[in-house]
Antibody
Framework: VQLVQSGGGLVQPGGSLRLSCAASGFSLSDHFMDWARQAPGKGLEWVGRSRNKANSYSTEYAASVKGRFSISRDESKNSLDLQMNSLKTEDTAVYYC??????????WGQGTMVTVSS | DIVMTQTPLSSPVTLGQPASISCRSSQSLVHSDGNTYLSWLQQRPGQPPRLLIYKISNRFSGVPDRFSGSGAGTDFTLKISGVEAEDVGVYYCMQATQFPLTFGQGTQVEIK
């Protein structure tokens, strides 16, 4: 059971980036999945949630990213995506996808670095 | 938003000695379903965080029994009964009772 992340990199302010999180060993559709981030040298910040298929993959977002970020799923690839638009320098961080169980952050991806800079 | 406040922010500990981290929330973490969704995470240097404790006091699979959680309402504690070298890292409390989910600032545990 693991989460393998891809995407990330350097992007200019105002640009877009898409992160992916591929699950192995379990079906993503059964689980709530979250994204969290960690700015360099800083603590953890929750980004958003995608509920499971039984809950219609409904979403929640932190105020700091609402309207700019969106979470989606690709059932055929058993993956979770984070589409990030209108990126700001303060979005620079390591982004983690996380499997949620009983409202606990049970399994974490390895993280992927996003740098927003001109 | 619920603010999570951890103390201390740094905890130098002698190997084999106990360590304790406090976490206080700005409002009760008791959910309408009766559960309290307070977790503790450990982040070793260069690693993603790892779940240690969920719902105040439940150890996650594979977590050594030297880690224990306690508390209720707005005051919670993580205890390490005897610190080992592999316990070095930053510890975060986290609430999942209410959106937005929030974390404490983190407590650095280091060996004296």
């Amino acid at each position: 059971v693991q989460l393998v992340q891809s995407g990330g990199g350097l992007v200019q302010p105002g640009g877009s980036l898409r992160l992916s999180c591929a699950a192995s060993g379990f079906s993503l559709s059964d689980h709530f999945m979250d994204w969290a981030r960690q700015a360099p040298g800083k603590g953890l910040e929750w980004v958003g949630r995608s509920r499971n298929k039984a809950n219609s993959y409904s979403t929640e977002y932190a105020a700091s990213v609402k309207g700019r970020f969106s979470i989606s799923r690709d059932e055929s690839k058993n993956s979770l995506d984070l589409q990030m638009n209108s990126l700001k320098t303060e979005d620079t961080a390591v982004y983690y996808c996380v499997r949620v169980y009983g409202r606990a952050f049970e399994i974490w991806g390895q993280g992927t670095m996003v740098t927003v800079s001109s | 938003d619920i603010v999570m406040t951890q103390t201390p922010l740094s905890s130098p500990v002698t190997l084999g000695q106990p360590a304790s981290i406090s976490c206080r929330s700005s409002q009760s973490l008791v959910h309408s379903d009766g559960n309290t969704y307070l977790s503790w995470l450990q982040q070793r240097p260069g690693q993603p965080p790892r779940l240690l404790i969920y719902k105040i006091s439940n150890r996650f699979s594979g977590v050594p029994d030297r880690f224990s959680g306690s508390g209720a309402g707005t005051d919670f504690t993580l205890k390490i009964s005897g610190v080992e070298a592999e316990d070095v890292g930053v510890y975060y409390c986290m609430q999942a009772t209410q959106f937005p989910l929030t974390f404490g600032q983190g407590t650095q545990v280091e060996i004296k």
